[in-house]
């Protein structure tokens, strides 16, 4: 597939030629970084909206222990009977929250931003 500068690319959030400390921390934070450019980029300017879909992300990976691209189905099912059963959460509030979890996966796994490509890579 072609590379393209897309607002939140891979190519463009990677420092390339860096040795990271510690890269799987440093590949999540790129690609919230990513995913905030490419919400902007289609008109989102709205920070009480980006904010907490960001911190919801970091709340999940803190849950799982796991990092966006070691998610699986169970974790996500395992998440959701925490907020019912644990924090008494709405059913609407869970709905959202996966929405978003759901917006953040599909951001990722969208072949034009290269996320995918980029984590075979490292």
């Not at 897309?6 to 040795?19: D, F, I, P, R």
């Not at 904010?51 to 395992?78: A, C, K, Q």
């Not at 969208?110 to 995918?116: E, I, N, Q, T």
Request: proline share 4%.
């Amino acid at each position: 597939m072609r590379r393209v500068d897309l607002a939140g690319a891979a190519h463009l959030e990677l420092v390339s030629g860096v040795l990271q400390l510690r890269p799987q921390d440093a590949m999540v934070e790129a690609m919230l970084n990513g995913w905030r450019a490419q919400q902007t980029a289609r008109g989102l300017q709205d920070v009480a909206t980006m904010g907490p879909r960001e911190r919801l992300v970091r709340r999940f990976i803190e849950f799982t222990n796991e990092y966006p691209w070691n998610w699986t189905p169970s974790h996500m099912d395992e998440w959701t009977l925490s907020l019912t059963s644990e924090k008494h959460l709405a059913p609407s509030t869970i709905r959202n929250y996966q929405t978003d979890l759901r917006l953040f996966n599909e951001y990722l796994c969208d072949a034009r931003y290269g996320w995918a490509a980029a984590i075979k890579k490292r």
